[in-house]
């Protein structure tokens, strides 16, 4: 979890993003810095090489994506690196699709319970 607090003091932002990923959750649990349970920091971006995933020497670059996640995910190809790891549902502008699907999900969940609630108080 050092990468966490390490990148983290920058990217406090994505680091909570990341926490909600099944990455972050696996870590969380007690499998720090084994990849195979959750990937930490490093294991995308790169220990001292980061560059920003413009840069077709980045590891996050269109041309070494794939290759990066096949480190750990060895089917992974082009649909499979679409994940987005950082997402977040509250940013409309970035993520429109993520957004309306937590609007949705939100919605129905408030709905079924004030229908059952209310059936329950009128029973």
């Known amino acids: 979890m050092a990468s966490d607090a390490r990148c983290g003091k920058c990217h ?3 680091l909570e993003h990341y926490r ?3 990455h972050g959750k696996a870590m ?3 499998k720090p810095n084994v990849a195979s349970a959750g990937a930490v920091c490093y294991d995308c971006h790169g220990h001292h090489e980061v560059l920003p995933q413009a ?3 980045s590891r996050l670059s269109k041309e070494k994506i794939v290759a990066t996640c096949q480190q ?3 089917g992974a190809n ?3 690196v679409q994940y987005r790891p ?3 549902p ?3 502008e970035n993520y429109p699709v993520l957004k309306l699907g937590l609007l949705a999900i939100t919605s129905l969940l408030i709905s079924v319970f004030t229908f059952f609630g209310l059936h329950t108080i009128v029973w």
Request: aromatic content about 8%; overall charge negative; glycine content about 4%.
């Open 78 to 80: 082009t649909q499979f």
């Open 55 to 57: 840069n077709p020497e």
């Open 20 to 22: 909600d990923t099944y």
């Open 90 to 92: 509250l940013d409309r």
């Open 28 to 30: 969380a649990i007690g």
């Open 12 to 14: 406090e932002d994505r």
């Open 86 to 88: 950082h997402a977040n």
């Open 72 to 74: 750990c995910h060895k």
